[in-house]
Nanobody, 117 residues
Framework: QVQLVESGGDLVQSGGSLRLSCVAS????????MGWYRQAPGKQRESVAS???????DYADSVKGRFIISRDDARKTVYLEMNSLAPEDTAVYYC???????????WGQGTQVTVSS
């Protein structure tokens, strides 16, 4: 059984930084795609960043130049380094992973990021 567990969410001031981590368990879990999503209150969940095993990385326009996604497949971990945080980055951040045809097959429970102005 696959489980994804996020950590690293916190309350931070505008302009600050945070690093989120997502660790996967499950011996059979070897995802092609790992990604981060977020959902702010009253808004739809949106993709923030994704990373494929082949090395392709994509970012939402709103976080380009500020966020960095990385993965350590040996540790089954994906990270999201978030810099220059702004109040509009406040959301629950989820990690997800899966095969290329279903990159969000598995989800974590989410971690809260709150950015104060």
């Amino acid at each position: 059984q696959v489980q994804l567990v996020e950590s690293g969410g916190d309350l931070v001031q505008s302009g600050g930084s945070l690093r989120l981590s997502c660790v996967a368990s499950g011996s059979s879990f070897s995802p092609d795609v790992m990604g981060w999503y977020r959902q702010a209150p009253g808004k739809q969940r949106e993709s923030v960043a994704s990373s494929t095993r082949a090395g392709r990385i994509d970012y939402a326009d709103s976080v380009k130049g500020r966020f960095i996604i990385s993965r350590d497949d040996a540790r089954k971990t994906v990270y999201l380094e978030m810099n220059s945080l702004a109040p509009e980055d406040t959301a629950v951040y989820y990690c997800a992973g899966g095969p290329l045809l279903k990159p969000s097959k598995y989800w974590g429970q989410g971690t809260q990021v709150t950015v104060s102005s």
